[in-house]
């Protein structure tokens, strides 16, 4: 079926209104059931919430994919499928909080049913390496790539709004590169997963009334997995692999300074800590809201690079590169990694809180979040050396 930009802009609405609906009663199932949860030391929440908000995310994204998306291919039904079995693994998880081999034997076995009906990356394209062929580990490869991209959002999870905006956005961009690239089915899922998020933030948003849980946090990561690989990595674009990494790029990054903090320190990297970057924002000062909407810039300002590397003419397709398109796109390149690299900067302000308090022991605690706040807001530090 030939599918329109309206096609998407409905189902997505659709899938935002029936998520809206549903998220304040699966609150109250949710207080019913237990699934609650409380203030702790690595939560920035202030007080008990329900979870399992993601059972109205899959409510909202699965009607809509029966109605947009089931008449196809018969891997549709097997996508439907996956996505029942891993909100029913994460709901499970938000009620009695399984061990880390169950949640992970869990998911592979809800990838299981798209990938052996054809979801599966056989071949992919790489800028100036072209075609790359797969061979028989095709499968086990693209399991293996939709396990870490639930577990990427999964572990992303942390701060009022923060999942469900950060996958909107990712959703938007792979929609708009999706019907580029004429994979319009993918690029209704992409929609789809998009509304389903947004119509969860409108209770998500701090402060929060509900948590999505692993429920809906794996949720949203299947998805995002599964658009990545239907949207663009069948395809024989030469920024194949490229596209859904940039998307991607503050969840993965994320997920990566923790994992290998957690390595360092020989922690077990399936123990949650207080790493990430929602809780070093925390820790500097910001409120959860300006956490939140500093993370929603920088994952925006990496997917319009990824938009306008598909939309902006650099090359002709043949290995030659134009220079005008190549000057934009260096150019937003350059601007995207400047944001990034600020932000970075930013957390630092860690480093330099506890620098002025060694370098200046006689300051006041007072004295030194004053230096930190202006730091902030001008922009301007001092060196930073490595304590």
Known sequence: MNFTGLDAFWAGLFAAVVTYALTPLTARLAVRLGAVDEPRGRGLSERPTPLLGGLAIFAGAGSAIALWLLGGHKEWSAILWGAAIITAVGALDDIYDLPAPVKLAGQIVAVLPPVLTGVRVDHFTLPFVHRVDLGGSGELLTIIGLVAVINVVNLSDGIDGLAAGVCAISAIALSIIAFDLDKGSAGVLAAITAGAAIGFLGHNFHPASIFMGDCGS????????????????????????????????????????????????????????????HHRFSRIGFSQRRTVLYLYAWTASLAGLAVAIRFVPYSDNHGHLKTPGTIVIIALFLLVLLASVYLVYVLEILKFRRFVRTAEPQRTDAEVDAEVQRSLETGEFEALSDR
């Open 218 to 277: 794996n949720l949203l990561g299947y998805l995002l997995g599964v658009v990545a690989v239907q949207g663009s990595l069948k395809t024989n674009a030469l920024v194949a692999v490229v596209i859904p990494l940039i998307v991607l790029a503050v969840p993965f990054l994320d997920t990566t300074f923790v994992v290998l903090k957690r390595m360092k320190y020989g922690r077990p990297v399936y123990v949650a800590d207080t790493n990430h970057f």
